[in-house]
């Protein structure tokens, strides 16, 4: 199973982001798969997460409101959109997925991609 992260650069405060994961190899069929993210000298942490069933989406407060979460129907490709970035935003992020009960700790992940920096200019 790969996981391949794109769409990460250097935007501006106040700007937007499109961020996209292709998933090859599996239909992640038991996994839910989402987004982490980790910030220079800080840990991993939960973004997004959305399910393969009916798309309903979890956020942390941190993004809630300015980021979406979406996927394509062939469910091979997740998206996120993220609007009036912050400066605290920027990280390098990560998709990743694992089974339902174990988000939103990074540690209970099954798979994961390299990740796709986003860096946000004040």
């Known amino acids: 199973v790969q996981l391949q992260a794109s769409g990460g650069g250097l935007v501006q405060a106040g700007g937007s982001l499109r961020l996209s994961c292709t998933i090859r190899?599996?239909?992640?069929?038991?996994?839910?798969p989402g987004w982490f993210r980790q910030a220079p000298g800080k840990e991993r942490e939960f973004v997004a997460n959305i399910r393969r069933s009916n798309s309903m989406a979890q956020y942390a407060e941190a993004v809630k409101g300015r980021f979406t979460i979406t996927r394509d129907n062939a469910k091979t490709t997740i998206y996120l959109q993220m609007n009036n970035l912050q400066a605290e935003d920027t990280a390098v992020y990560y998709c990743?997925?694992?089974?339902?009960?174990?988000?939103?700790?990074?540690?209970?992940?099954?798979?994961w991609g390299k990740g796709t920096l986003v860096t946000v200019s004040s």
């Open positions: 190899g599996s239909t992640l069929s038991g996994y839910r």
């Open positions: 990743a997925a694992g089974p339902p009960n174990n988000w939103p700790d990074a540690g209970g992940m099954r798979y």
